[in-house]
């Protein structure tokens, strides 16, 4: 019930700057889920040629492998689970889990573990990671792994969202303790994330807009407006980096769309300038040495930033009486 507050407040925010804000790229629906039980997909990945996600809290401990068609082809379980929320590649066949959901912050640790994906249904039992948070417990939705397998965590926070590291090497015996990557500006309501093929990019997104940042560098590349859903919650990026874009619901739709072209330009890998074929002369001569020059980018400010002096007063206020009403919730 919190993420559906919580996505009202931040609808309202979108719609406090929509009048100024780029209009959301082109979508088309790839597929509808079919799955009866697929009711609350809260994260997506796409490998293998098949789309995996999982339901929001309240579900048993499970991942459905879809087609293309939207019929479920195999189910991976694994018994009970708190607050599954992510889902990210681990690759050879396998998916990372993120029990990392906590609208109430109380949870002393979250819970990160491996399965096996794909055709047919399986029952695992996997090794589980315990995380914690420094600073205390924090409420999370996105599930990031680097090109390296490195995990990252993007909490899920009106003030104050962060981007947190797993060590390089998980332990099973002991609680791992996430460190929070310094200068980043984190989306508040981030619902999920992806790399992108290229590994030096990935994407954030929210309940109406995705930002995309660079890796390593953790810098804002831009931010653009995402199709109307009614609760978006999971992104993943394909092989020719479209996106796909996944919402809670029975029988929700998988979309899909491009990038709009000021991000793809940005994210382009540089052009390499072919060099000339030097002249062979008669005496050895010292090599030039030739520094190449480039330039940064400014970093693109997100719209809903420019639209908070208008509207976003009114988005803040509501989102701190929802906090204000989740502390005096039982």
């Given at each position: 019930m919190l993420d559906r507050l919580l996505g009202a407040a931040a609808a309202l925010g979108f719609l406090a700057g929509a009048a100024s804000a780029p209009a959301a790229a082109p979508s088309a629906v790839v597929f509808s889920f079919q799955d009866q039980a697929i009711v609350e997909s809260s994260g997506l990945v796409l490998q293998d040629g098949l789309f995996l996600t999982i339901n929001d809290s309240g579900d048993t401990g499970r991942v459905f492998a879809v087609d293309r068609s939207g019929r479920t082809v195999g189910v991976t379980s694994w018994g009970d689970a708190t607050d599954v929320e992510a889902v990210a590649p681990a690759g050879d066949g396998r998916v990372w889990i993120g029990d990392i959901g906590d609208n109430t912050g109380t949870r002393s640790s979250v819970q990160v573990f491996e399965v096996p994906v794909g055709r047919g249904d399986r029952t695992v039992t996997p090794t589980t990671y315990d995380l914690t948070y420094p600073g205390g417990p924090r409420d999370a939705e996105t599930l990031l792994v680097a090109p390296s397998g490195r995990l990252y965590v993007v909490s899920k926070q009106i003030f104050g969202a962060?981007?947190?590291?797993?060590?390089?090497?998980?332990?099973?015996?002991?609680?791992?303790?996430?460190?929070?990557?310094?200068?980043?500006?984190?989306?508040?309501?981030?619902?999920?994330?992806?790399?992108?093929?290229?590994?030096?990019?990935?994407?954030?997104?929210?309940?109406?807009?995705?930002t995309?940042?660079?890796?390593?560098?953790?810098?804002?590349?831009?931010?653009?407006?995402?199709?109307?859903?009614?609760?978006?919650?999971?992104?993943?990026?394909?092989?020719?980096?479209?996106?796909?874009?996944?919402?809670?619901?029975?029988?929700?739709?998988?979309?899909?769309?491009?990038?709009?072209?000021?991000?793809?330009?940005?994210?382009?890998?540089?052009?390499?300038?072919?060099?000339?074929?030097?002249?062979?002369?008669?005496?050895?001569?010292?090599?030039?040495?030739?520094?190449?020059?480039?330039?940064?980018?400014?970093?693109?400010?997100?719209?809903?930033?420019?639209?908070?002096?208008?509207?976003?007063?009114?988005?803040?206020?509501?989102?701190?009486?929802?906090?204000?009403?989740?502390?005096?919730?039982?």
């Open positions: 962060g981007l947190y590291v797993a060590p390089r090497q998980l332990s099973a015996d002991h609680p791992n303790r996430l460190r929070r990557v310094p200068d980043v500006a984190a989306f508040a309501f981030a619902t999920d994330g992806a790399f992108f093929p290229d590994g030096r990019h990935y994407v954030v997104r929210g309940y109406g807009t995705a995309v940042y660079t890796y390593p560098g953790h810098e804002v590349v831009g931010t653009f407006d995402l199709p109307a859903q009614r609760q978006g919650e999971g992104i993943t990026v394909g092989p020719d980096d479209t996106l796909y874009l996944s919402s809670e619901g029975l029988h929700s739709k998988v979309l899909s769309m491009t990038l709009p072209r000021r991000i793809q330009r940005a994210i382009a890998p540089p052009a390499s300038t072919p060099s000339a074929t030097p002249t062979p002369t008669p005496t050895p001569e010292p090599a030039e040495s030739s520094s190449a020059s480039s330039s940064s980018a400014g970093v693109a400010v997100p719209w809903w930033a420019v639209a908070a002096g208008a509207g976003g007063v009114a988005f803040v206020a509501l989102a701190g009486w929802l906090l204000l009403r989740r502390g005096s919730t039982p």
